[in-house]
C-alpha cells in the first residue's frame, strides 16, 4: 500500500504573524462583547464645620462622619461596527454611602447677636453646648456612550481613540436632628436643619486606550479620558428652630461648564473564545460639585433661617473591579 504524509493546514496569520495577537476567529473576531462587573467604591468623606467655625475646641464638625468604602456594579456591552471601530455603551453604579453620629459642641453663626460683631459677618456668635446626631449619605452613578476607533496597532499594541458623550450623577443629604435642647427657648418642636444637593453632569469625553497583550491570554490596558460639560447644581435646605420658630425653606439653582477626568487601569485574561475574566482600577474626578454639608449657610441668622448657598468643592471617587466578559 501506499502511505500519504497529508500536513495540517496552516492558520490564517495575524495582522503580523506574532504570537501576541490573538488567534484567528479568537474573541474581537466576535461581534458583540458584554461585560459585568462588581466595583467596591470609594467616596470622599464630609468635611467642614457644621455652621459658621468658632474655632473652639469644641466646634461641631461634619467631619466627624466618615463613608465606608461600598459595593457596586457596572455593565457593559461594545458592538464592532466594522474591522476597526465600534460603538460602546457602559453604566454604573458606585455605591450607597451613609454614617451617622452624635456629638456635642457649639456652632458659630453671623452676625452675632445681640451686640454687632467688631467685623460685621466675619465674627461669628457661638451657640451654647448642645449634643445632636449628624447624618449624611450619598448616591453615586455614571453612564456613558462611545465610539471607538483603532489608531495604531502591532502584534502586540494596540492604540484606541474614543469620542462620546457622558452623564454623571452625585446626590447627597446632610441632617443635623435630635438635639438635647432647644436653640429657641419656648418653642415646642424638636429642631433640625437638612440639606439636599443634586450634581448632574451632562457632556462630552475624548480619550484613549492603549492596549498590550502578553501572549494570547493576557491584555494589558490603560485608559485616559477628558471629560467637558453642563453641571446642574440643585440644592435645597431646610431648618426648623434654629434661629427662629416654625419651619423654613431654600433652594439654589445653579448651571455651570466644568472638566473632569476619568484614569482606569485594568487587565484581562482570556480564558476561552469567547468568556474572560477582567479587573482594574478606575480613579474618576468631577469639578465645582456641590456638597450637602457645604449647603447651609449660617451667616444671616438675623434672617431667621439657614440659607442655602454655593460652596463648590472637587469631587474625586475610586473603585476597584472585577467581573467577566463574554463574546458572541
Known sequence: GEVVFELAPALPPDVDGAPCAPPPCAPRC??????????????PDPEGPFGVDSFFPNQLRWSELAFEPELGGRAGIEIRTGTSASIEIRGGWLGGFDDSVRQTGVFGFAPATPAPPIVPGLIPGVTAV??????????????????????????????????????????????????????VPGFPLAPFVSSEVDNLFLGAQVGVTARWMQGRSWEWNLSAKGLLGNLHRQIDV?????????????????DEIVFG???ELGARWQLTDWLAFTGGYTLLFLDNVQRATDAMFFGASTSGAVQAQSNLDQLVAHSVFLGISLDF
Open 30 to 43: 466576535k461581534t458583540v462583547r458584554l461585560t459585568l462587573e462588581g466595583l467596591y467604591g470609594f467616596l
Open 130 to 183: 448642645n449634643t445632636g446626631t449628624f447624618s449624611s449619605e450619598a448616591e453615586f452613578w455614571t453612564a456613558e456612550a462611545n465610539l471607538r476607533f483603532a489608531c495604531a496597532s502591532s502584534a502586540c499594541f494596540k492604540l484606541e481613540g474614543i469620542l462620546g458623550a457622558r452623564a454623571i450623577s452625585f446626590t447627597e443629604e446632610a441632617l443635623a436632628s435630635n438635639f438635647a435642647t432647644a436653640f
Open 238 to 254: 431646610a431648618d426648623r428652630g434654629i434661629f427662629a420658630g416654625a419651619a423654613h425653606a431654600g433652594s439654589l439653582e445653579e
Open 261 to 263: 477626568l476619568e484614569l
